[in-house]
């Protein structure tokens, strides 16, 4: 073995004898290579098998909550697609991570999500912690902290898709604002942490600001930016091997929205509120192993008036929504390879005070399981299945119940530079 | 209420009557333990018994890190999974890296094992070298001296305390240098399997020979096809023992026990990662005698 080693050795010294020799990066004069950012990409596919053709799945919707569920949906001018949106196969996006300390002072974030057809920037912000002690200072496009949930990745999530209280209370991309988020920890023995975010308030499902024309000329006035104040607490502490981390949210903002369909126009004024409350229970058995319950309800309030504008005829509501619902789940990690999980989502309220139609008695019902297998902590294939009971298509007779079961099979991998683990 | 107004008021006195100090792992704590003695309040952030390379970034961790003095971290990348965020959210000014009262142990060490070409389909590599060096006995005089000269800086007015402590500290240490010496020379040249090379430097410092690991790579849990090979290995070569972690499962060691009749010995790596182990001198007098030999 050594003999062939030293054979292979001095083989290669002569073939490369002539090649000039390049220094090792750090002793180059002018490289910069050591400042180059830390880069990740994180790629996800899947095969996604539905009991409902790709027609079958357009125009499902849950009445009040979430329109056209599978759809490719635009809304704010670019489009949504679901997770596994097509049945058969998905490329479902790849996230391009860069960030780096920028100077003593500050560290620039960035993600970058890439669909087939499109690039959004996800996250922007800079970060300061240095001002003062304990405080936190991040200002640009940032996934809101206001729950552990929001600010999560796609790839951390543990399920593919996000819950139903999300989609329907905020959308599939959560609450992503262009803003100032402070946070403080407070000098305690416990940890407790204060947030505070003032955003410009553009949320596609429950907030905006923008001032709408209806085709009729009528005008509904917008508000300033920013409109929209997220506040809250979240405090942790541990029993042994056990970790509790409860928080409460409070969102409010102003709120503006335009639906036009069939020659129909709806337009809402008014505001929104969110309240939020989390739980997450977390045991460890080992470094790997653990069993964590995670459980989050919402309460959406929506308050204003309401424009319905058909054949020019212009009809002013007073409105006011109230949607409750949650998710739970609980997640089982054997070991470094193998992780289970179920979830169970609902949305248990639905109520308009003024409403064309009749909606369909709540609860809408979700129920998930997922079985993982991580070949390392950068590769994990991931099997999910999704009875989703919350869905309706609209019949002749007012809405009807339309069941969709899905099997989802996807790989997720990551190449670059090592992301930390969060909680 | 009352109680959160009392901390806050009386935090910050507590704070300058002694210095608090995090460390990531159990080691460094029981070493700064030694050398800073009655003036500095030490916080281990991690457990003993879990994998370090996996400590799990408990929100709790942080509020910890929110209230220290100072950061002592064993660097070469074992931390980089964890720690980071946590010293962001802390958002303390004296645990940033480019603080005078943050201490990277790694920065003092000759790391072994420093990989040629890194790329991840080696497993879990860590470019700067293999980062356990504190399982080199040797290696603590070396951490002693560091950790000292680094409480001067951010603690002149207790210098005499530190080093005094120190001088003790090394002394003691030396006498058992001597001894461990002597339980380990028969066991030179001695061939062994490890789980993980975490004991590459205890090895090193021993002479033991680590010929083959139960992972196929860094970081890469067992596989069948490795296990067949590692049985094939080990009735070729006939090494002493299995020297394994705490943290790991021996289901595989014990498959590989069951097969060849290899011994497994249980090997701690850390202050606290089995219940006996209570101090640093514990866990090598542990280490040494552990490993018999016939």
């Given amino acids: 073995m050594k003999k062939s080693t030293y054979l292979a050795l001095c083989a290669s010294t002569l073939l490369y004898a002539e090649a000039p020799a390049v220094k090792p990066l750090s002793q180059r004069t002018f490289s910069q290579s050591q400042f180059i950012p830390d880069i990740s990409l994180i790629v996800d596919t899947s095969f996604a098998y539905r009991n409902k053709d790709q027609d079958g799945l357009g125009g499902l919707s849950i009445p009040g909550v979430v329109e056209d569920f599978f759809g490719q949906g635009e809304t704010d001018g670019h489009e949504h697609t679901g997770y596994s949106s097509d049945n058969g196969f998905n490329i479902n996006y790849a996230e391009l991570v860069l960030s780096s300390n920028v100077d003593p002072s500050f560290r620039l974030d960035s993600v970058f999500h890439f669909g087939l057809d499109s690039v959004e920037i996800e996250e922007l912000y800079f970060t300061n912690t240095t001002l003062i002690d304990g405080l936190r200072i991040r200002g640009g496009k940032i996934l809101s902290n206001f729950t552990r949930f929001n600010s999560q990745h796609q790839h951390f999530w543990d399920f593919n898709e996000v819950p139903l209280v999300y989609k329907g209370f905020l959308g599939s991309e959560k609450l992503n604002e262009l803003g100032l988020q402070f946070q403080y920890t407070l000098p305690l023995e416990e940890y407790v942490i204060l947030g505070l975010e003032v955003s410009q308030g553009d949320n596609e499902k429950s907030f905006g600001n923008d001032t709408l024309t209806l085709s009729n000329a009528q005008e509904i006035k917008g508000a300033d930016a920013p409109s929209l104040l997220v506040t809250y607490i979240k405090t942790s502490f541990d029993i042994g091997d056990t970790t509790v981390v409860p928080g409460f949210s409070y969102i409010h903002g102003q709120s503006r929205s335009l639906d036009a369909h069939d020659g129909h126009e709806v337009a809402f004024d008014g505001t929104s509120s969110l309240y939020n409350i989390e739980l997450t229970v977390k045991h460890y058995f080992d470094s790997y192993s653990f069993l964590s319950w995670q459980s989050e309800w919402m309460r959406l309030e929506k308050k204003g008036d309401e424009y319905h504008l058909e054949n020019n005829v212009l009809e002013v509501h007073d409105q006011k929504i109230e949607q409750e619902g949650y998710y739970s789940q609980l997640v089982y990690a054997h070991d470094q390879n193998l992780r289970v999980g179920v979830r169970y989502d609902s949305i248990y309220k639905n109520a308009y005070d003024f409403s064309e139609e009749a909606l369909p008695s709540t609860p809408y019902k979700r129920y998930s399981a997922m079985g993982e297998y991580h070949f390392s902590e950068f590769s994990r294939l991931r099997l999910e299945y999704t009875h989703n009971s919350a869905l309706f298509k609209e019949g002749v007779n007012g809405f009807e119940a339309e069941n969709v079961d899905s099997v989802i099979l996807s790989l997720n991998l990551a190449i670059g530079a090592h992301g930390a683990h969060d909680f | ?294």
């Fill in chain 2, 1 to 294: 209420m009352r109680r959160i107004l009392f901390l806050l008021i009386f935090l910050p006195l507590t704070l300058t009557a002694k210095l608090n100090i995090a460390v990531s792992y159990p080691y460094i704590g029981a070493l700064l333990h030694e050398i800073g003695g009655e003036n500095v309040k030490v916080t281990v952030l991690a457990k003993g018994n879990w994998n370090p390379h996996f400590v799990v970034p408990r929100p709790s961790l942080i509020s910890k890190l929110r209230r220290s003095d100072a950061l002592i971290m064993n660097g070469a990348q074992l931390e980089i999974g964890w720690l980071p965020p946590l010293i962001r959210r802390a958002a303390n000014t004296k645990v940033n890296p480019n603080a005078q009262s943050f201490l990277n142990l790694s920065h003092q060490i000759d790391l072994i094992l420093k990989p040629k070409s890194v790329d991840r389909s080696l497993g879990d590599v860590h470019p700067d070298g293999n980062p356990h060096f504190h399982l080199d006995p040797n290696n603590i005089l070396i951490l002693a001296q560091k950790i000292s000269d680094f409480l001067v800086r951010i603690d002149a007015s207790n210098q005499q305390e530190y080093e005094k402590n120190t001088a003790v500290f090394m002394k003691k240490w030396k006498h058992h240098l001597l001894r461990w010496e002597d339980v380990m020379k028969p066991k030179k040249g001695m061939q062994v399997i490890q789980f993980h090379n975490n004991l590459a430097y205890f090895n090193a410092a021993y002479g033991l020979k680590n010929i083959g690991t139960i992972e196929p790579l860094p970081g890469i849990p067992p596989s069948s096809r490795h296990t067949l090979e590692l049985i094939k290995l080990i009735k070729k070569n006939k090494p002493s023992c299995i020297l394994h972690d705490v943290y790991h499962s021996t289901k595989t060691a014990q498959y590989l026990v069951d097969k060849t009749g290899i011994k497994l010995i249980i090997m701690p790596h850390d202050v606290g990662a089995l219940e006996s182990i209570d101090s640093l001198v514990g866990l090598f007098d542990y280490l040494t005698e552990a490993i018999d030999y016939d």
